[in-house]
């Protein structure tokens, strides 16, 4: 509970202010002015981990409450590092990051307790994130910026990502409910074998979207968009062929007794992670336009169509149906993405 705690807090500051600063190409002073809405935000939603924890009694989302505002600084940190031209901060913060780790993993007591464990992870995370926004120059201390990302273009994608991470949780939960018990499991193998693909687009995003911003400001229209589809097939294809023909025995090494469901649905969820690696260009590119409306309102639209397609088709054909339902739903998100964002970018012309 307290890794998805960070997740949703990362996540959402992503969302609300890294990603439209990143689409605006702001100069330095203005990227490290963005450090204090990621501040506020980051610390605002540690503030409800924190609450959370000490009324139910969890010492994780206690802790993620009291890091909230390092994790959010170090994300973003890491963030504008990757995503405008200075990558080796990146990687010399992840490596800070592990070293702390590694050195409070070394103590015997840190390793014989969770909690102990989580916290001197938290603690490596928060200070190698200090120490990169402090090189960076980024402002610390939490404070609203209406002139960097105004509250309501914030919140909208924040509601945003809420929906897409909702939809996600839900379809599990609904998967594990109602439908035959393979299909959660098939389900949940075959993400943990598509988990770098999906690694890939996540932490494309930092990239993706200042590029296709300056693509738009120097009016070339959609070649940005087109050349990031052509270089994100080449480099997702053969890592798909791989993992679709991993031999068995490596299989049932890594997922055990799901790997046999795993594998009769991993083509059809490889087939859908191509296809939703290609949305995520459409989707940047609504981010490169500010059109924070328009997303919510196509996220609001398809978030209920997916849920449905994935659910429904576990309930009524078990591992297959929701692997189908899967790969239809994410047709047709990647059908109305790239429609809206050809519309926009005409429209722009």
């Not at 924040?158 to 929906?163: E, I, P, S, T, V």
Request: charged share 10%.
């Amino acid at each position: 509970m307290g890794f998805a705690a960070y997740l949703l807090i990362v996540g959402l500051t992503r969302a609300m202010v890294s990603e439209p600063v990143a689409a605006d190409l702001p100069g330095q002073a203005v990227l490290r002015h963005a450090g204090q809405p990621v501040a506020l935000w980051g610390t605002a939603l540690g503030s409800i981990s924190l609450l959370v924890g000490l009324l139910v009694g969890n010492p994780f989302l206690v802790c993620v409450g009291l890091a909230a505002h390092g994790l959010s600084l170090g994300e973003f940190s890491k963030f504008a590092a990757t995503a405008f031209g200075r990558p080796t901060l990146a990687i010399g913060q992840e490596g800070l990051r592990l070293a702390l780790f590694l050195a409070g993993f070394a103590v015997p007591a840190v390793r014989q307790d969770p909690v102990l464990l989580f916290v001197v992870w938290s603690a490596g995370a928060v200070l190698a994130g200090y120490v990169f926004t402090a090189i960076q120059g980024i402002y610390f201390l939490p404070r609203l910026r209406r002139d960097i990302v105004p509250a309501p273009v914030a919140m909208s994608y924040g509601a945003d990502h809420l929906l897409g991470a909702g939809t996600t949780q839900l379809s599990t939960f609904g998967l594990g409910a109602w439908a035959a018990p393979g299909a959660n499991a098939a389900i949940r193998g075959s993400g943990t074998m598509l988990g770098p693909v999906t690694t890939f687009v996540v932490s494309g995003r930092s990239l993706v979207i200042p590029y296709l911003s300056r693509g738009r400001k120097e009016q070339q229209g959609l070649k940005p968009a087109v050349h990031l589809i052509a270089a994100m097939a080449l480099l997702a294809l053969p890592l798909l062929v791989l993992i679709n023909f991993i031999p068995d025995p490596w299989g049932r090494m890594l997922l055990g007794e799901t790997w046999p469901l795993t594998a009769m649905v991993l083509p059809v969820l490889s087939a859908e992670a191509l296809i939703s690696l290609t949305s995520t260009v459409a989707f940047a590119g609504h981010r490169s336009m500010g059109a924070h409306r328009r997303t919510l309102l196509i996220r609001l639209v398809m978030s209920p169509v997916r849920l449905g397609l994935i659910v429904g088709g576990g309930i009524l054909w078990g591992p297959f149906g929701a692997a189908w339902g899967t790969l239809i739903a994410s047709a047709l998100t990647f059908a109305v993405w790239w429609t809206s964002y050809v519309q926009l970018a005409r429209r722009g012309a």
